[in-house]
Nanobody, 122 residues
Framework: QMQLQESGGGLVQAGGSLRLSCSAS????????MAWFRQAPGKEREFVAS????????VYADSVKGRFTISGNNAKNTMYLQMNSLKPEDTAVYYC???????????????WGQGTQVTVSS
């Protein structure tokens, strides 16, 4: 079993930055693919970014490309999402997820964190 815990959410003004963290326990990150998803009120959970734990093949949703950066630290078993130039439409609960294969689909991930709220004010 793998346990995932997100942190770093909060309230920020439009144009500001936040860095989310996802800490993993129970299993090493090194054998997994990791991803960030988000879910706004009344909307379906959507893909944000993914990364192979080797650090290769970073993939981003078009809506965040150029503003968000996904990365990881093997030694700390922690994944990050650096979010810059935040917009009100980025407001959502952000979730980290893990599985053996990289995917853009919610169904592609078995392990999930509880989520962290990001609110961007205009």
């Amino acid at each position: 079993q793998m346990q995932l815990q997100e942190s770093g959410g909060g309230l920020v003004q439009a144009g500001g930055s936040l860095r989310l963290s996802c800490s993993a326990s129970g299993r090493s990150f090194s054998t997994y693919a990791m991803a960030w998803f988000r879910q706004a009120p009344g909307k379906e959970r959507e893909f944000v970014a993914s990364i192979r734990w080797s650090g290769s093949n970073r993939v981003y949703a078009d809506s965040v490309k150029g503003r968000f950066t996904i990365s990881g630290n093997n030694a700390k078993n922690t994944m990050y999402l650096q979010m810059n130039s935040l917009k009100p439409e980025d407001t959502a609960v952000y979730y980290c997820a893990a599985d053996s294969m990289v995917s853009r689909a919610v169904e592609g991930y078995y392990y999930w964190g509880q989520g962290t709220q990001v609110t961007v004010s205009s």
